[in-house]
C-alpha cells in the first residue's frame, strides 16, 4: 500500500500557483519524498525529490514539514500543459520500487 | 540519447496467447522495472531488476517472466495471457542512487505498451 495520502483532484487557475499537498505521517528517518507526473496517459515524469530541507528545481518547489509528516509540491506558475496526475511517494533511495498510489489529478482551468 | 523505449505500442491478444513485450534503454541504467496502469489506477509493480542476471518480483508478478542478460534490455513475458492482464505496461529505468558516484536515482519511463486481452 501507498505510504501518502493526496486529494483525489484539484483546480487551478493558468498562471497561478498550484499547491499540492501530501500527508505521509509514517515517513521514516532514512526515506525521501518524491513526486511524479503522468500526463494523459503517458510515462510518469520525474519532478523533484527532498529529504528534509526545502527543494526547488525548474520544474518546481517542494515544501517539506519541520516534522516531515506533509509536503506540499508547488509549481508556481500553472500552465494547462501542467494538467496532470501528480503521484508524491515516498522511498528510501536507491534500488528500491517506486509504489504509486492514486495521486491528485490537477485540472488546470484558463 | 533515445532513452526507454518500449515495443509494440499496441497489442491484442487471445485468451491463452503468450507474447513479449519488449524494453530498452539507451542510458547505461542498472536499475530496470516493469509496471502496469489498470484504468483509473496508478502504477503497480511487476518485477524490476538491479542489473544484467538479476531480477525479483515486485507487487504483482503472478502470469509475468523477466530476464535481464543486458544491461540495455528488460523483456517482459506473459506466458499465457488472461482478460485481466488487459492493461497499460511502462517501463522504467534508472541509476542505482551511490553507485560510481552518482547521486540521482531518477526513474526514466517508457511511453508504454497498451494491451488488450480477448
Known amino acids: 500500500d501507498a505510504k501518502t495520502t493526496q486529494p483525489t483532484s484539484m483546480d487551478c487557475a493558468e498562471g497561478r500557483a498550484a499547491n499540492l499537498p501530501c500527508n505521509h505521517s509514517?515517513?521514516?528517518?532514512?526515506?525521501?519524498v518524491y513526486w511524479y507526473r503522468q500526463i494523459h496517459s503517458q510515462g510518469p515524469q520525474y519532478i523533484i525529490h527532498g529529504l528534509k530541507n526545502n527543494e526547488t528545481n525548474e520544474m518546481a518547489s517542494l515544501i517539506i514539514t519541520e516534522d516531515r509528516k506533509s509536503s506540499t509540491l508547488i509549481l508556481p506558475h500553472a500552465t494547462l500543459r501542467d494538467t496532470a496526475v501528480y503521484y508524491c511517494?515516498?522511498?528510501?533511495?536507491?534500488?528500491?520500487?517506486?509504489?504509486f498510489g492514486k495521486g491528485t489529478r490537477l485540472s488546470v482551468i484558463a | 540519447n533515445a532513452g526507454v523505449t518500449q515495443t509494440p505500442k499496441f497489442q491484442v491478444l487471445k485468451t491463452g496467447q503468450s507474447m513479449t513485450l519488449q524494453c530498452a534503454q539507451d542510458m547505461n541504467h542498472e536499475y530496470m522495472s516493469w509496471y502496469r496502469q489498470d484504468p483509473g489506477m496508478g502504477l503497480r509493480l511487476i518485477h524490476y531488476s538491479v542489473g544484467a542476471g538479476i531480477t525479483d518480483q515486485g507487487e504483482v508478478p503472478n502470469g509475468y517472466n523477466v530476464s535481464r542478460s543486458t544491461t540495455e534490455d528488460f523483456p517482459l513475458r506473459l506466458l499465457s495471457a488472461a482478460p485481466s492482464q488487459t492493461s497499460v505496461y511502462f517501463c522504467a529505468s534508472s541509476y542505482l542512487a551511490g553507485t560510481s558516484g552518482r547521486e540521482t536515482d531518477t526513474q526514466y519511463f517508457g511511453p508504454g505498451t497498451r494491451l488488450t486481452v480477448l
Open positions: 511517494i515516498v522511498r528510501v533511495r536507491g534500488n528500491t520500487p517506486l509504489v
Open positions: 509514517t515517513i521514516s528517518g532514512n526515506e525521501y
